[in-house]
């Protein structure tokens, strides 16, 4: 059997640095302080290795990325926030050599327990090489690495139980791996192939947490950090402004406090008092979603809710009716909406950052035949607007606090009576012809996923009771169904 190991950073990663990943640890486990505490010993960092105690260095780092964090926290980040970060420095050119092997392991300067679930859940890896953590009796990580768990070399050879037959890695980084393989192989990776055979693709990271949109490298880390009050204030301002100005004013108003909004397309007019009104079927990428829409309107447009914290109902400068999650209930408070006007959706249920769609719930479907597909997408500079495990109430704050935030708007044309439940459609047909249409339109996927998968998988709850229990079970089904995702690639 073909095997291989390869280095994880400079390697399957481009940046061979493991340095911003602590600092995403720090930020996300701890907080701002100790991401600014490690952004300070920076320096003695990089000093120590450029005085060839790069060991040290990375001991240094570690224990001020994670003294005193409760392991609990740190298993979360490496679970919901990292994933996507490594994804996103993926060199593909090293993972088509990489996966060309049946059995693969990877050998990774940082703590073995921030890659282990990347590399095997979306990299295939059989093994992972890396330090072990030391945990004390309270469950708080102690900073310190365990150095009873033996050498690299000897952890890879135990693995493999023979030679391996590739090594992937740089020559520079000094490590004991390339020595014990057959061949060896070299960053930059080159594909020779002319016929191009379909590569297998790593399972797409589609559900991320966390609130930092960049991988905070020590330049972009200085950059939140300086930014930070300065963005407190800035959203202080948009939210006082967005509250006390009337809705038709504030697209004209957000270029002067760095925001845009985007319009495609036109929208219906408002519902006259002989008819019911249209149902705005939305994507979901932010809770802003039915303010924007709401603002491009120009009127206050109704919003279905699941489970919006208190603090931005309160904020919120439209009505909005919370559903409660049982079904005649729910569809007969829509109807009685829809009978004093418009109305908006968001069948996802849920908030989704990467370019797919969650599968669409089909209960609008069956309540109205006046159904308006609208594609939503915002971009952001600093930080996200969602989170799964954190404080749900400052979602609007961070919002608020990107320096340029923007949203699109695409209306597309109210669905046609043949393609609604009148013409004999069931609902699903219905609600999944919806999401292939706003999907089309963004050049998103559509996938089958739903809001308890992605709280299974990133809080280890459904969404609304916290229950930590058989988190790796109930996540099994949804990294099945990534694999299948990637097959379609």
């Known amino acids: 059997m073909a095997s291989v190991v390869a280095e994880l950073e400079g390697t399957l990663l481009r940046d061979p640095d493991p340095f911003s990943y602590f600092m995403l640890v720090a930020f996300e486990a701890s907080g701002l302080i100790r991401f600014a505490l490690l952004l300070m010993f920076w320096p003695v960092i990089r000093l120590l290795e450029e005085c060839r105690m790069k060991d040290l260095g990375l001991r240094l780092a570690v224990f001020v990325a994670t003294v005193g964090v409760p392991v609990t926290e740190f298993e979360s980040v490496a679970r919901a926030v990292l994933p996507k970060f490594f994804m996103d420095d993926m060199d593909m050119e090293a993972w088509r050599v990489f996966s ?43 900073g310190f690495v365990r150095d009873d768990v033996g050498s690299v070399s000897e952890r890879v050879f135990a693995f493999f139980a023979e030679q391996p037959s590739t090594g992937l890695g740089r020559p520079e980084s000094g490590s004991s791996i390339l020595p014990l393989c057959k061949e060896e192989s070299h960053p930059p990776f080159t594909n020779s192939s002319k016929d191009d055979h379909q590569l297998v693709r790593p399972l797409p990271v589609i559900f991320h947490d966390g609130r930092l949109v960049k991988r905070p490298t020590p330049s972009t880390a200085l950059l939140i950090l300086l930014w930070i009050p300065l963005g407190i204030v800035l959203a202080a301002i948009r939210i006082v402004v967005g509250l006390t100005l009337p809705l038709w004013a504030v697209p004209r108003v957000a270029a002067f406090f760095g925001g845009k909004v985007v319009v495609k397309g036109k929208p219906p007019p408002p519902a006259s008092g002989t008819s019911s009104g249209v149902l705005f079927v939305c994507t979901h990428r932010t809770l802003m979603d039915p303010v924007v829409l709401s603002s491009v309107l120009q009127r206050r447009v109704p919003a279905v809710t699941y489970s919006l914290s208190r603090f931005s109902e309160i904020l919120s400068p439209i009505p909005t009716v919370r559903l409660t999650r ?37 209960l609008f479907a069956e309540l109205t035949d006046r159904i308006v597909p609208v594609a939503m997408n915002n971009r952001a500079g600093f930080f996200h607007a969602t989170t799964a495990s954190g404080w749900k109430c400052l979602d609007p704050i961070f919002f608020f606090m990107n320096p340029r935030p923007v949203y699109e708007v695409t209306f597309l044309n109210q669905l046609p009576h043949e393609a609604t439940c009148s013409s004999g459609k069931s609902p699903h047909d219905v609600a999944n012809y919806v999401q292939r249409l706003l999907a089309a339109t963004l050049g998103f996927e559509c996938t089958n996923f739903t809001r308890k998968d992605k709280y299974r998988i990133l809080a280890g709850n459904d969404g609304m009771v916290a229950n930590n229990s058989g988190v790796g079970e109930r996540a099994k089904k949804v990294v099945e169904g990534l694999e299948k995702l990637a097959q379609v690639h």
């Open 100 to 142: 060309s092997y049946e059995k693969r392991a990877v050998v990774t300067r940082m703590p073995r327990i921030m890659v282990e679930r990347f590399v095997k859940e979306h990299l295939r890896v059989d093994d992972v090489v890396g330090s072990e953590l030391m945990v004390n009796r309270f469950g708080l990580v102690t």
């Open 326 to 362: 049982v079904r005649d209930v729910d569809a007969e408070k829509i109807k009685q909406e829809l009978s004093k006007g418009d109305l908006v959706v968001c069948p996802e249920g849920t908030t989704c950052r990467e370019p797919f769609l969650l599968r669409f719930s089909a």
